[in-house]
Nanobody, 125 residues
């Protein structure tokens, strides 16, 4: 059974940084596409960042480009989201996602088969 567990969220001030982690159990992620999404209250779940199987290719939503960095350590079965220069608009629950056996970049919610429970990020202005 594949499980994803996010951590690292919290309450920060605008301009601060946070690093989210997503640890996967139940399978090796070395051949899996991974991504981060976020969902603000009353809004749809939105794409934030994606990374291919090796970490050699990444893709970002325009709203976070240049501020957020997605990375992965396959040996630790972990994906990260480094978030710098946080803004109040970044406040949301952040979710990690995995799609088994697909090695490229995936940016759509419906194409991911496994999700974590989410971690809250709150940015005060």
């Amino acid at each position: 059974q594949v499980q994803l567990v996010e951590s690292g969220g919290g309450l920060v001030q605008a301009g601060d940084s946070l690093r989210l982690s997503c640890v996967v159990s139940g399978r090796s992620i070395s051949r899996d596409a991974m991504g981060w999404f976020r969902q603000a209250p009353g809004k749809e779940r939105m794409f934030v960042a994606a990374i291919n199987w090796s970490g050699g290719s990444t893709y970002y939503a325009d709203s976070v480009k240049g501020r957020f960095t997605i990375s992965r350590e396959n040996a630790k079965n972990t994906v990260y989201l480094q978030m710098n220069r946080l803004q109040s608009e970044d406040t949301a629950v952040y979710y990690c996602a995995l799609d088994r056996g697909r090695i490229g970049i995936i940016t759509t919610v419906n194409d991911y088969g496994h999700w974590g429970q989410g971690t809250q990020v709150t940015v005060s202005s």
